[in-house]
């Protein structure tokens, strides 16, 4: 790389940085807000589900798809802590996926609650699925790269940064990539479910399976947002989560095999 194109990159990332702190000092004056996401179906991912050849499959995507379009998921934030945690929902269109598809509609968009503390890293959250048990998982954050790259959504102007994120199926661990694209001039770490760690508030993302977009942003200077349980609750990491999902899944094939 010849010296001028070095010297260049260096000056664009001071001036990328400088940017970050000269839009964050516009925020003081703002101490929280909401923001309303709507959520979607990743294209590339419908598309793949879309080649199952079993048409019971097919109508359970179709259906998916439909009522994921009523749905709107709610992220409350103040200064130093956050809530993900409000599912809205607007009535159902007419069809013949009422009832049971749009619960697994509601489901699938908010399988539980999300919680930020400034006082801690990482994000909190409470899933719906253990209703026997009051279970705190506590992820750890992606860790992000900041791309150079920008776009508006609604009137701000966001910036791009991607991750990989590590999952596990029946097939083994395998890496699924997150864009997010995030907003210097809201400066808090919050996102919509367990995303976050930027430095600006993310506005849309991503995950590879699912597609969450901010609708509408909300800045307030006080907000009401509930504290993470985690006094009365039993916190795991990831993957002992994840070990007590498959413990689940076998009781369950083993009581339907009797």
Excluded at 50 to 56: A, C, D, L, T, V
Excluded at 99 to 120: P, V
Excluded at 167 to 180: S, T
Aim: charged share 25%; net charge positive; with cysteine.
């Amino acid at each position: 790389m010849r010296p001028t194109q070095s010297l260049f990159k260096i000056m664009r990332k001071l001036l990328y940085c400088f940017l970050i702190l000269f839009v964050s000092y516009g925020y003081s004056q703002q101490n929280g807000g909401e923001v309303i996401y709507s959520i979607s179906q990743n294209t590339a991912f419908a598309k793949n589900l879309q080649k199952e050849k079993r048409s019971s499959t097919k109508s359970l995507i179709a259906g998916l798809n439909e009522n994921l379009k009523e749905i709107k998921l709610s992220l409350v934030f103040g200064a130093d802590n956050s809530a993900f945690y409000t599912l809205k929902s607007a009535p159902m269109a007419s069809s013949r996926y009422q009832g049971t598809m749009q619960d697994f509609a509601k489901n699938i968009a908010h399988s539980g609650d999300y919680y930020r503390s400034a006082n801690n890293g990482g994000v909190f959250y409470r899933p719906n699925s253990f209703s026997d048990v009051d279970l705190i998982v506590h992820y750890q954050d992606l860790e992000w790269e900041l791309v150079y790259e920008q776009k508006k959504i609604g009137k701000y102007n966001c910036y791009k940064a991607k991750a990989e994120m590590v999952l596990e199926n029946n097939k083994g661990p395998f890496i699924r990539n997150v864009i997010a694209w995030y907003c210097p001039d809201i400066p808090v770490s919050y996102g919509p479910s367990r995303f976050g760690g930027l430095p600006g508030l993310i506005l849309e993302l991503d995950e590879g399976e699912f597609h969450y977009k901010a609708i509408n942003v909300l800045l307030k200077d006080k907000v009401k947002i509930p504290n993470v349980p985690l006094e009365k609750s039993k916190v795991v990491s990831d993957e002992e989560y994840r070990q007590l999902i498959l413990e689940k899944i076998g009781e369950t094939r083993e009581l339907f095999s009797n």
